[in-house]
Structure formats: C-alpha cells, structure tokens
C-alpha cells in the first residue's frame, strides 16, 4: 500500500500495544487449563442434576412421612376416642343403676367399690353432691371432700353432658388423671349430683407409645389446655407439663388441628400434625406427632455425599488426560497460529501463510483465514475512504434538513446543557435569534431542567409526558418533547423534538370536565333509581297485612275448639291446640316485623333533636319489665345526641337493644354496654351497642342485614329475620352507615353512624 495513502487520514488508536502487552502478562488462564475447566465444569450440571434428584426425593419422602404422621395420630386418636367412649357408656350405666340414683349412701359406697376392683384403669369413682362435696365413692377416702370448684364438675351441671376434664391430680387419690363426669337424676327426676371417673393416664399411654410406626416421631396425648397427658417415649416426667413446642402449644390454644407448619428457619425443623380425640363433636384432647426433618432425610443425604464424590472423581480423572492430549492437539497448533499472527504485525505476511499443517480441522480454516486477511487489507482501506466521503455528503444533506424542518428542534450537550444547534422553526417558537439562542442553554427555555439525566429518550414511541417551555416574552406554553441521543460535532448530545399541545391539553380537560359532570348527574339519577325501588320492594311486603284476617280466623277457632273440649280434651288434642296457638303467635310477629320493615322505608322522616341516652333507658325500662327475674348490667353513656326521626331511631334501638337482651339469656353475667365511638366529636351521632352474649362467625356478617336471615337456629334463640334488616334501612335512610364486630360466644357490638348530626 502506498505511503501516502496511508497519510491521508489521521488515526487515533483507542487502545495502545503496551496496554495489550500488560493485559497478556496478567492473564492467568492457558489453553490447556481452560480444557481442563471445561471439563471439570461438565462435571457441575451432573452434580446439579443430582441436587435436584435428591431435593426431589427429599420432598416425596417428608410428603410419606407426614402422611404416615396423618395415619399414625388418627389410629390413636380412634383409639383414644373409643377409651373416652367407653368411659361415657359406664358412666351412663352407672347413673342409671337405683343404688346410685337412691339415697342409701353405704349401698352406692359398695357398689361402686365393686365396679372399681373390675376396672383396674379407673382410679376412682364417686358421686358428687350438688353442694360439690362427695357423697359417696369407691376408695372410702374422700368422703366430703369439695369438689365443686373442679371445671368438670360446673361444666356437667351447665351442659347436662358427658364432659371430660383437663389433666389433674386427684384430692382424693393424688395421682395424675383426668376425669369424665355426667350429671345424675334421682328417683324424683331432678338432678341428684354428678357422677364422675378418674381415669389413669396409663390407660392412655397404650396407644401413644405405638408412635414408633413413624422413625423418630415425637407422640404424645395432650388435653385441651396443652397439658402432656402421655408421652410415647413412656417417660413420665413430661406428664403434666406443657407442650415445649410453642407451634402445637399454639394450636391447642386456637384448636387448629391437621398439619402445621412452624416459623421460616427454625432450628431444628419439623414436621407436626395435630389430631383431635371428640366428644360429640368437641375435642376433648389430642394427638400431638412431631418428627425431625432431618430424621427423614439423613439416608438420602448420606448417599448424595457419596454420589456426588463419585462424579467428582471422575472429572478429575477426565481432566488429567484432557491435559496431556490438549497439548499436543490443540496448544501447539495455536501457538504457531500467534507466531503467524505476529508476522503479519510485523508485515512479513510471506512467514504468516507458511505454516505447518494441523489435524483439525477448525485451526486449518483459521488459518486460510489468516491468508485470507492480508489480501483484504488493501481492499478495506480503500473502501473506508469511500465511505468517509459519503458520510461527509450525508452529513451535510442532514444539516440542510435539519434547518429547514418545520418542527421545533434543537441539539443541545448533554454535559454543559447548552445549544449545539438550534432550526429555524425553533429561533421562531421562542423568539430568539440563531445567534442568541446558541448562547443559551436548556434551562433558559425549559424551567428547572438542570440535568440531562432527568429527559428521558422517547425513540419514536410516542410523547413524554407534557412540561412547561419558556418563551423569549415570558410566555409559557406546554409542549411535548421527543428526546434522541446523538453525537454532534465529537459531542454527546441530544436532539429534541418539540411540539406544542397547550391548545389540545386545554380541550381535553374540558371534555374531561364535562364528562365528569355527566357521570355525576348519571350517578345521581341512579341513586334515585335504587332508592325508588328499594321504596317499592318495601311497599310490596305491605300485603302481609292481609294475612292477619285468616290468621285471626285460626286462632279464634284454635280457642273455640279449646273450650269446646274443655277439661275433656286428650293429652294428644292439647298438644294440637298448643302448636296452632305457638304458629298463630310467631305468625302475628312475623307480619308484625314485616310491617315495621315497610313503615321504615315509606315513612316520611322527621328529622329533630333526639336524646339517644333517654331512648336507650325507655327500651332498656320495658324490657326489664317483659323479664323482672333477669338480672342484666346496663351501661348507658350520657349525652348522646343525633339529629334524627325520633320514631324510627327509637325503632331502631328496640331491635339492637332487643337483641342484646335476647342473645345474653345464657350468659351467666350478662352485659350491655351503649357508648359514643371513639373520635365522635360534639354531639356525636356515632355510637356503638356492646354485649357479651352468644356473638356469631363473621364470616357470616355479610347475611346479617337480609330480610329472613338468622345465624342461629330458632330452637337457640326465637325470632323472624326481620329486625337487622329494619334497622340497617333506618340507618340508610339517615344517610348513615351500620356494621358489625363479633366472636362466637364472646358478644357483639354494633356500630351505628347517622348522617345527620347536632350543631356542636
């Protein structure tokens, strides 16, 4: 090649030979321990692959074992279930016998000496006295012993069931037992005491002790406080004590049973499943498995250490003749390749195509590859000076569309933010001359842009968000902008599009608006509607008046039929009365209620000052009235206020009220509570009702305000379905809002918030 041709363009190397020199000397890895890497690398997805077999069988093994778990704790659970109920069938047996039902102490004491020596599990047995004392029992040890304060004993009397205790040592005995106790009628018919059996706790250990179905399963009985009742291990001084496992102590605690998962990393992890021993229905105790983890998985660890040590083996011994046989194959062959490579460096292209031949085959091409590359030196040479002169002419075409585009543009340095260049359309827009506008820089134009790094490049796909531009005047406008990076004039920098939109954004929030003020006129006309259909749905239950002649029809035959059989008439004719007179009655309130849930939804509101505090003591007054016997604690909290209809809120409060009332009959402290809420201001017209009655699941809540929807069954606690339904339309007709909070067994509170309030 010419020598000037080779002047012609000046060549600025990025990357310098003695910098390549330094980068040979620190490279640590040959070829051949490259073929050596590789083939030790061959090895890892083998390895891998024997990973996730063995996590694999890992899993299918813990699944059997939970799964042997599972059987395991329901077989002693069957078992134990069948020990409790024989326990209740001897009970049932004992308490009918009429030595244990009579009076003659010393008879029923002999009796039930002589079912003890025939059951050598039973530790005691006795009968207590409705005052808690013992009257009689098998040891002859505890006569008048008190036992009322024993849970067993208050919970057979409450219940009139079968009813199993917590572990306890027994007054009498002093050994570890738990108890099973029934109520007894005497001869008269009403209760007499309650009779009771201390069993051993060895006659449970049976069954948990046959855990050893399960390789290092932990199996122990535990009562319903969390109480270990019998451990498989037969070790005795667990008995009585806790669980030491907080996660199945914890699930005693909130009767979840089945398997349990414990917290994320514990040390050490196990598998654990819960099973429950039941008394119609109610676990009275239960089977608590518990198994390492790595118990199950110790085998198939063991042989993963030793599989994987194979493997390992191997590569290393493939490795050592990858290294002898690379070398002679495949190094020599590319160390002659880069001696030839070095000559053309060097310009002695006659040495770099003489080369001694190699076997395979890739290093041959690459070598008529290297013959190749001196021959299209030349050729690409001239090719780049042709294309250097092209993209000149390219170049200024580009500058002449640049200037005479009729869209805003401009180029601007992405480090300093100045203008590169600036088109016609753009000195136009803002105002400025070419020459002014190339002194300024991107904030000048565009408000608090003071960084490159905030313009995001949108290549075509669309429009940036909008962002406020700054004309000469002062005028501000809102523009989109596409952003492309560029290089102008050795530069890195941006070119930008600009379009102005602050016409077509001002349109478009019209259009918005008035959109929205479609919608709300729409939402308007629709609460209408439903308000208009709800009236109608109320109006239709309107009929139900006509049911009350018919029924009046029943009743006065029901008393007409009465009298005519008078004294005369048969237990099975008085039965037949009695039920039409119940039916007569539940139907009159049921018409009753649905005429209430009418009259709310038609009737016209009222609205004046209503002292909530004075509503609340008149219901709470004719309530006690309808019931003098019971004994309830009312809370009333003074001073609240609402501004309401008075007719409806005191509608309103019979129902809460009411049902408060009604759903507390078997607490044995009943208690009411009606108070502001929390963070009512002024005279609030937020307030809640609060009892600690019967409660429900709430996961039922959203059936609570449907018309005939109860959650407890009638025989429970009577009633027609009618009263939450009328007091959550007498809310909504007070533009305010009701919901509810509650527990099984635990009460209730209803939250109240009326739309209308009292100036403070």
Known sequence: MPEDRLNETQFQPTYSLEAADIDRRRAWLSLRKLLVLLVLMAAVPLMVVELISNERDQEGQIERARDSMDALAEVIAGSNARTVEGVGQFLIAVAAAPV??????????????????????????????LDGRLGCEATGKGHNVDLGDRDFFTRALSSGQLTVSAFQVGRVTGRHSIVFARPVEAETGRIKGVLHVALDLGALGGSVRGGNAVPGA???????????????????SF?????????????????????????????????????????????????????????????????????????????????????????????????????????????DYARALHQPGTPLRELGELQRSLASLVMTLEAQRFERDQALGALSDRETRYRELFKANPQVMYVYEVESLRFLAVNEAATAYYGYTHDDMLKLALPDIWPGQAQASALDPVPGNGPAPAVVHRKKSGETR??????????????????VMVTDVTERLATQARVREGAERLEQRVAERTRELELSIRELE????????????????????????????????????????????????????????????????????????????????????????????????????????????????RQLLVNLLGNAWKFTARTPQPRIRVGREPGAAGAAAAFFVQDNGAGFDM??????????????????????????????????????????????????????????????
């Open 100 to 129: 244990v039902a009579g009076e003659d102490r010393e008879g029923c004491a002999r009796y039930l000496r002589r079912l003890l020596s025939l059951e050598p599990s039973y530790l005691n047995i006795g009968l207590i006295g």
């Open 218 to 236: 932990c199996v122990q009985l535990v009562d319903t406080a969390g109480a270990v009742l019998a451990s498989g291990d037969g070790d005795a």
């Open 239 to 347: 008995v009585g004590a806790p669980l030491t496992d907080p996660v199945l102590r914890q699930a005693v605690g909130a009767r979840r049973t089945g398997r349990l998962i414990g917290p994320q990393g514990e040390e050490p992890a196990l598998l654990r499943t819960l099973h429950p021993v039941k008394v119609r229905g109610e676990p009275v105790m239960y089977v608590a498995v518990a198994v390492p983890t790595q118990q199950i998985t110790a085998p198939l660890q063991s042989n993963l250490r030793g599989r994987l040590a194979g493997i390992l083996a191997i590569a290393l011994a493939v490795a050592a003749a990858v290294w002898g046989v690379g070398h002679r194959l495949i190094v020599r062959p590319v160390e002659r390749l880069i001696a030839g490579l070095r000559h053309v460096e060097t310009g």
């Open 478 to 495: 809102l523009v989109e902008v596409i952003v492309s990076p560029t290089v102008f004039e050795g530069y890195p920098a941006e070119l």
């Open 538 to 649: 109320a109006f239709s239950y309107s009929v139900s008046h006509d049911l009350r002649n018919p029924l009046g029809a029943v009743g006065m035959f029901g008393q007409m039929l009465a009298a005519h059989l008078g004294d005369g008439a048969d237990e099975q004719s008085q039965l037949y009365l009695a039920r039409i007179e119940q039916g007569v009655r539940g139907m009159e309130a049921l018409i009753d209620d649905l005429l209430t849930l009418a009259q709310v939804a038609r009737a016209q509101l009222v609205m004046a000052p209503v002292d909530l505090t004075a509503l609340c003591r008149e219901v709470i007054d004719g309530l006690r009235l309808t019931e003098p016997q019971r004994v309830v604690e009312v809370s009333l909290e003074e001073g609240l206020q609402c501004t309401g209809d008075a007719g409806l809120l």
């Open 699 to 760: 996961k039922f809540a959203g059936r609570l305000f449907l018309p005939f929807e109860r959650l407890h069954g009638d025989h429970d606690f009577p009633g027609t379905g009618i009263g939450l339904a009328t007091v959550q339309r007498i809310v909504a007709r007070h533009g305010g809002r009701i919901w509810a909070e509650a527990a099984p067994e635990q009460g209730a509170t209803f939250h109240v918030e009326l739309g209308a309030r009292v100036p403070d």
